[in-house]
Nanobody
């Protein structure tokens, strides 16, 4: 079965850092565009960052320069390094895979608060 499992979320103070991971199974991982989305309470889901199979990346303006998306195709894992976190980064972060089909992870909570 296809499975995307996020990990690494938690509580961090403003200015801190977190590293999220998404472990994929059941798909040809190297063929998929991988994405991180997030959704805060009462707000629309938004695309945070994307990475193609070849390693090309795109970022939302709100995280440009602070977040870095990467992938390890040998390990079927995608990462999101989040630095200089702000309160407005608080959200549930979701792993997303797209190619011939679209798949979602269950989400991991990131809370930025003092």
């Amino acid at each position: 079965q296809v499975q995307l499992v996020e990990s690494g979320g938690g509580l961090v103070q403003p200015g801190g850092s977190l590293r999220l991971s998404c472990a994929a199974s059941g798909i040809r991982f190297s063929s998929y565009v991988m994405d991180w989305y997030r959704q805060a309470p009462g707000k629309q889901r938004e695309l945070v960052a994307s990475i193609t199979s070849g390693g090309s990346t795109n970022y939302a303006d709100s995280v440009q320069g602070r977040f870095t998306i990467s992938r390890d195709n040998a390990q079927n894992t995608m990462y999101l390094q989040m630095n200089n976190l702000k309160r407005e980064d608080t959200a549930v972060y979701y792993c997303h895979a797209q190619w011939n089909r679209v798949y979602w992870g269950q989400g991991t909570q990131v809370t930025v608060s003092s």
